[in-house]
């Protein structure tokens, strides 16, 4: 029920209707607050909802006769020498209670100058009395049908969150405090967007993010889920299609204002639509997930329109693209894992799937020198060694021809990439394979890679925005290097596939 449409007014009608047999209002019938089982008759769903607000007055009256420290024990006291009672008393709240109690809820009805008689009071001032009454259980009413709302939210908050994709984290204690701080600090950015390599767990970490989110209490309204990811790569090594994105700008306008409720804005274009989103996302402060936002186009279109309706709300990305050419994006790339965070990761997964397993640290050093720390390629040389054996997983590690596994996963990070890239973007990123594993400064990548400053600048920006350069900042002056993973990906065949 509304908490602006429960008024003392309404309780008053529905008290003096149900002791009077007249026909009583049906609006208290919708407060959250009391629990009807299923099938309840109407008129068993009205003497419920009596008997609760009887409790509910009684239990206020005891509670200020107590603080009065008046008898409250004493076997079937007459009506009529507990009113007495409390009126000769100078507390208001006392006399207000058990003026609301004794005209409405005595076996017999009582008229309100019969009842203001006996407790010594002029009729005025007793229906005084019994209006103040009324606002206060109006009070208490209202105070438990929020109580209650506020539960029935926080179980359906975060519903659009899909189901958690991993079983045990490893590595993300700083990262989810950090991106917390950020999301839930009151000036906190308006836009965060976490960014990486395709499999270095930029869902999950959202994910988790949330459901830490979700166990705190916040000001956020609710949190909504849109995913616009075009594909998922199983631990099968299998490229599945997603069933269902919001790719566009018009695609996440349409499910945005699905997902808040906003059904009569089905119908209009784009621009209508999240001029009719804008002020909700204003008046009751939204977490908005965008997950897998992927496409320069999708960015260009998609991130300065969400901004401009932003409001009080905030906006979490995923992608493989940065957004940190938007000013009021705060970005987070996520780091790999270390290397004993992956040999925990491998570990896990594949005792998790049933079978005792530990990773000796020569083996594991490497698979972390060939994949780094890629949650998504360390899960699939896990379900390798579950699937087939140890031996076989490090053998199709070590070939430069990739397996099936392998094969697959280079293709869900790299093959759109590949295509994007310009030519000398092709050409820099093939020279960095000669890059130090710490990293190179970028006069020497630059002279390394033959060519010209100009286009050095524009191809290196490129490689940057695609996530596929990661930055050492352990030196003095930063280094440049590319991710394992990557340079494994360029030493293979594959790109000759791609480029026929």
């Not at 008759?41 to 607000?53: A, S, T, V």
């Not at 507990?82 to 109690?101: C, E, I, P």
Request: one cysteine or more.
């Amino acid at each position: 029920m509304e908490l602006e449409k429960l008024t003392p007014k309404l309780l008053e009608s529905y008290l003096h209707a149900f002791r009077v047999g007249a026909e009583k209002p049906g609006e208290l019938l919708d407060l959250h607050c009391i629990e009807y089982q299923a099938g309840t008759g109407m008129q068993e769903r009205h003497f419920q909802l009596f008997d609760w607000l009887e409790r509910l007055v009684l239990e206020q009256l005891t509670l200020h006769r107590q603080s009065q420290s008046l008898d409250t024990h004493s076997p079937n006291p007459s009506w009529r020498s507990a009113l007495r009672q409390d009126f000769q008393n100078s507390t208001v709240m006392l006399q207000a209670w058990s003026a609301l109690y004794h005209r409405y809820f005595l076996r017999e009805v009582q008229a309100v100058d019969e009842l203001s008689q006996v407790a010594g009071y002029d009729p005025r001032q007793f229906r005084r009395r019994l209006e103040t009454g009324l606002k206060e259980l109006c009070a208490q009413v209202q105070r438990r049908e929020m109580q209650a709302h506020q539960r029935d939210k926080r179980a359906s908050l975060g519903a659009s969150i899909p189901a958690p994709e991993y079983a045990e984290l490893f590595g993300v204690t700083a990262a989810k405090e950090q991106l917390q701080n950020w999301l839930c600090a009151a000036d906190g950015p308006r836009m965060v967007s976490i960014e990486g390599l395709g499999g270095i767990g930029k869902t999950t970490l959202a994910q988790a993010v949330l459901q830490d989110v979700l166990q705190k209490d916040n000001a956020f309204h609710d949190i909504l889920w849109i995913s616009a990811r075009q594909e998922s790569l199983t631990l099968r090594g299998e490229i599945e299609q997603a069933a269902h994105s919001a790719r566009t700008l018009q695609e996440i306008a349409s499910e945005l204002a699905q997902k808040l409720g906003l059904t009569h804005l089905t119908g209009l274009d784009t621009t209508e639509k999240l001029k009719g989103i804008q002020p909700l996302l204003n008046l009751h402060p939204h977490l908005v997930v965008i997950d897998n936002l992927e496409t320069a186009q999708e960015v260009r279109a998609i991130v300065p329109a969400l901004r401009k309706i932003a409001g009080q709300s905030r906006f979490l990305f995923t992608s493989r693209r940065t957004l940190g050419a938007y000013p009021y994006v705060q970005v987070f790339s996520v780091p790999e894992l270390s290397a004993e965070d992956s040999r925990r990761l491998i570990e896990s997964e594949v005792r998790r799937r049933g079978k005792p397993y530990t990773l000796e640290a020569e083996k594991a050093s490497l698979i972390y020198e060939t994949v780094g720390g890629l949650p998504l390629a360390l899960k699939l040389i896990a379900a390798q060694i579950y699937d087939l054996s140890e031996e076989y997983a490090l053998k199709r590690l070590s070939q430069v021809s990739p397996g099936r596994s392998a094969r697959a996963l280079y293709t869900y990070i790299y093959k759109q990439t590949w295509r994007s890239l310009m030519e000398t973007s092709r050409q820099l990123l093939l020279s960095m394979l000669l890059v130090s594993p710490s990293g190179d400064s970028l006069e020497w990548i630059q002279t390394n890679s033959g060519l010209s400053a100009e286009d050095f600048e524009g191809a290196f920006a490129q490689l940057l925005d695609f996530s596929l350069v990661e930055t050492n900042r352990t030196q003095v002056s930063n280094g440049y290097h590319l991710h394992r993973i990557t340079q494994a990906f360029l030493k293979t065949n594959i790109l000759q596939e791609w480029d026929l």
